[in-house]
């Protein structure tokens, strides 16, 4: 099984045992997503630490006020890196607006052409307001302006009504927690009817901790019950979902 997003230095215990925990639990890959300045460096020194762990480098939209030519320079410098197998997570977030909704835009799009410069893989966040869809309606627009051949990861997907977009675009949606959750059957019939070519899962850890482990903080081991979650709604075994996406996987991220 692999964990397509995790945040490994936000996470306890230390890195030692939720690598290890992750092992047992049968999680062979998992990528590190950095945040910002003062996450990306941790990110990469915890990939090269560990042989399963692979890292991205980006600017999280809540802190795009920080995004100017420094962090620019250092995300590009930092993507060439063996172990940095994607650029992100970036996006927009109408939830938390702790950047204004121009600043996410500039680092998003200055973002994307990184991608495109490095020919990585880009990650996304989109979070509405509880009962709007702006954000995630953004989001869209400018990935289809702007990031034309670049591969599209919708992190966390929490957008049901457009998975339909997201298969016509070719976009992969990964799927978190959430999708265990009683109330996420508009999100379970959108994982069902991804085609498995487009599927991944993660845990967001320390966020986001499955059903069977809510309430608790998240870790990579955890992907396992998404996963087996995933596997149900779309009728396949455990076993036949970790082999998608485990391929999809080294498809995007060539580890």
Known sequence: MIDSHTHLFLCEPDEDQLISAAREAG????LNVGLGADSNPTAVA???RHEEVFATVGSHPTSADEFGDELEAEVLSLSEHEKVRAIGETGIDHYRETASRADQRRAF???IEIARERDLPIVIHARDRD?????TDEVFE?????AG???VILHCFLAPWRVGDAIERGWYCSFSGIVTY???DELRQAAADLPERLLLVETDAPYLAPQPVR?????PAHVVATARGVAEVRGETYEQLERTVEANARTLFGW
Request: overall charge neutral; proline content about 6%.
């Open 27 to 30: 999680v062979s890959r998992i």
């Open 46 to 48: 915890q990939a090269d």
């Open 109 to 111: 799009e200055a973002q």
């Open 131 to 135: 009962g709007e869809t702006t954000a």
């Open 142 to 146: 400018i990935l289809d302006a702007r």
């Open 149 to 151: 051949g670049v591969a």
């Open 182 to 184: 009683p109330k996420s």
């Open 215 to 219: 309430g608790r903080p998240n870790q």
